[in-house]
């Protein structure tokens, strides 16, 4: 439908949350999500694609380092992010808009169809950054609008009360299956070379598209957006932000974590253990302790849980934000007891907050408000990271971190004293 075509409707402001047309109960009700095999099946099945992706992630990286320039090895492992950022908006709309099985069982063939396509490619002699690149383009053009469907599809599965549990799995499980792909893409890629690290990524992907097409089945159902025109489904999310506070705050809280955690992840570790002159070992040691204390705080936050979980989410993250000022001293002691207890804060925070979100904003709206805090990550992050090692290098790794740390951390205490985000359950 053209801009023209588009009913004037389409650009009034939407109906309040409160009046919010609720998920509909399709058949059954759920069972308790401990006997609930469906959803599990679900989840392992993601989490064989956050192994693959893992896996895929080192094996191109070694393929990129070994067969091309420097400069063409960056542009092809950032290939993926421009058409992810380009596109995930329009993802949003797709998931309000369209059946969200449909729709992730269409991207993941799609990816699997990409990578086996590249694999015989390069098989058969068409080799180096074209190749490469294009894949990477396809598999960012797949995943922008596909990422948002996913993060409606457990609001489809479980009871609303559920939803944080299945958010600590998903956790749990993501942050397992990059901690054992890793490596194993290593591995891969040294004995199948890029076409096998390929062909196995694929697999993952037609694994998770069988179980969506054949195991999984909605037991609500959503309410849809209308079929208007692409802006004006876009105008129809923005002005759901505006009228609701609590969405907006939780959408700009969420948007601005990564921008302070992940450049001290990825950059500021190793500029302390480099300065320091530690050797690599205490920078793997340091990202095993942060992954374990993200294992260990959303198994802490699925059993415990709070009476205000987005108010105590943001609380957690204003000691986080110290913790990760913590990070640039000059100390292999405080090195890793800050990142454990940074990892320990994301995991529990991940859970709290991610179940607020889902449970908080309206059904009608929840794929175009997640495409909103998703493009938060991938066009800050990135602006971040050389911020980061700006700072660093004309002060220090201790300022840097103390820089970021000290902001996320009044940042965070601000979110968390909003009356619309402490009575948020």
């Given amino acids: ?20 047309e609720a998920p509909e109960l399709i058949g059954e009700a759920p069972p308790d999500v401990t ?26 990286a070694w393929t990129a380092a070994q067969t091309l320039s420097p400069g063409l090895a960056g542009v092809v492992l950032g290939a993926e992010t421009l058409p992810q950022a380009v596109l995930v908006l329009a993802g949003g709309v797709i998931a309000d808009r369209f059946d969200t099985r449909r729709v992730l069982v269409t991207g993941r063939v799609l990816q699997a169809v990409v990578l086996l396509t590249g694999a015989i490619a390069w098989v058969a002699g068409a080799r180096g950054a074209a190749l490469l690149v294009t894949l990477g383009v396809l598999l960012g053009v797949a995943m922008g609008l596909t990422i948002p469907a996913g993060a409606t599809l457990a609001r489809q599965l479980v009871r609303t009360q559920d939803l944080a549990t299945v958010s600590g799995w998903n956790q749990i499980c993501n942050r397992v299956a990059r901690l054992i792909g890793a490596p194993a893409g290593g591995v891969v890629v040294a004995w199948l070379g890029a076409p ?9 992907f037609l694994v998770v598209a069988a179980v969506l097409w054949f195991g999984v089945r909605p037991r609500y159902r959503l309410p849809r957006a209308p079929r208007v025109s692409w802006s004006a489904g876009l105008r129809d999310g923005a002005s759901y932000l505006r009228a609701d506070e609590s969405a907006r705050l939780l959408v700009l809280g969420l948007s601005s974590l990564n921008v302070f955690v992940s450049p001290v992840i990825a950059l500021g570790i190793a500029l302390r253990v480099s300065a320091s002159g530690w050797g690599s070992t205490w920078l793997g040691l340091a990202e095993g302790a942060f992954a374990t204390g993200a294992i260990v705080g959303s198994l802490a936050a699925i059993r415990w849980k709070v009476a205000r979980p987005a108010r105590a989410g943001f609380l957690g ?11 640039g001293l000059d100390s292999r002691a405080a090195l890793l007891g800050a990142m454990a207890t940074v990892g320990v804060l994301a995991g529990t925070a991940s859970v709290w907050l ?13 794929g175009r408000v997640s495409a909103v805090s998703s493009l938060g990550d991938m066009a800050l992050v990135p602006v971040a990271l050389p911020a980061f090692g700006a700072l660093a290098a004309v002060t220090s790794v201790l300022t840097a971190a103390a820089a970021f740390g000290g902001a996320m951390a009044l940042l965070c205490l601000w979110f968390a004293t909003r009356p619309a985000i402490g009575r948020l359950t």
């Fill in 317 to 327: 993250l204003v000691v986080q934000g110290l913790a990760l000022a913590a990070t």
């Fill in 196 to 204: 096998g690290a390929m062909a196995l990524d694929a697999v993952t």
């Fill in 35 to 60: 006997r609930d095999r469906m959803v599990q099946g679900w989840v392992a099945a993601v989490t064989l694609s956050w192994f693959g992706d893992a896996m895929w992630v080192v094996a191109l």
């Fill in 1 to 20: 439908m053209s801009r023209a075509e588009a009913p004037t409707s389409a650009r009034a402001v939407p109906t309040p949350p409160e009046l919010a």
């Fill in 354 to 366: 991610s179940g607020v979100f889902q449970r908080t904003v309206a059904p009608s709206h929840l």
